[in-house]
């Protein structure tokens, strides 16, 4: 498999884990290459079967991230007296991100998604590396 094969795969199984989005990488610059580097040590099998391997670790990972967010939402409702309500502001905010797609993010929204995937991605390097020696 040539390098551009290579990179093929490796964008489309970043775009299947929901980690590439059109031409945007939502990794950090380099991390692409360095993905693909590690590839050239484990064939493309071995990386899927690895990966496939840790569903119930990510899974528990989202979890995670899902309870901290919602700890945070939880902060931000106020109660009325009869119901929790959240602010004006904070819907407006939310539901104008939920309509927007990622390459449409200010670069600081970005950065904060970035940072939700990170965990997933340094995991999979590291178990790619540690597989592949």
Known sequence: ??????????QEFLQMAGCYVGDNIVIGE???DDLIDLTHQATIEECVRIIES???EYAALEHERWSKWQRYMHGKLDFNG??????????ERWNRQIHTPYCNLSEEEKESDRDQVRPYLNDMVTTITRNSK
């Not at 009869?82 to 819907?91: G, I, P, Q």
């Open 1 to 10: 498999m040539n390098l551009e094969e290579l990179k093929a795969k490796a």
């Open 30 to 32: 380099g991390d692409l």
């Open 54 to 56: 840790k569903l119930e």
């Open 82 to 91: 009869t119901d929790y309500v959240l602010k004006n502001e904070l819907f």
